[in-house]
């Protein structure tokens, strides 16, 4: 069983920036893709980046978020890592990570870190 636990989240101004960590307990998260989603009040949840497992590394981002937000990993750490630059309003929301292996029964979520942004 896999323990995914985010953190990094708060309150920042417009144009500030954050550091999200989803970090994994009981399996290595080399093998597993991971995405990072979001839900805001009132909305769907949505994904906002992901990264594919390490023998590949493709990297994916929301048009909302592209050139704003990175998404790496530390495989040392067992931790992967959402970077959010130049944060808007818009970006409020609950960030979620999720971890899965593909055609298996690996799935999981974190329970979410919130993320402010206001003046």
């Known amino acids: 069983q896999v323990q995914l636990v985010e953190s990094g989240g708060g309150l920042v101004q417009p144009g500030g920036s954050l550091r999200l960590s989803c970090a994994a307990s009981?399996?290595?998260?080399?093998?597993?893709?991971i995405v990072w989603f979001r839900q805001a009040p009132g909305k769907e949840r949505e994904g906002v980046s992901c990264?594919?497992?390490?023998?590949?590394?493709?990297?994916d981002y929301a048009d909302s978020v592209k050139g704003r937000f990175t998404i790496s990993r530390d495989n040392a750490k067992n931790t992967v890592y959402l970077q959010m630059n130049s944060l808007k309003p818009e970006d409020t929301a609950v960030y979620y990570c999720?971890?899965?292996?593909?055609?298996?029964?690996?799935?999981?979520w974190g329970q979410g870190t919130q993320v402010t942004v206001s003046s």
């Open positions: 009981g399996d290595s998260l080399d093998y597993y893709a």
């Open positions: 999720h971890a899965d292996v593909v055609f298996t029964t690996r799935d999981y």
């Open positions: 990264i594919s497992s390490s023998d590949d590394g493709r990297t």
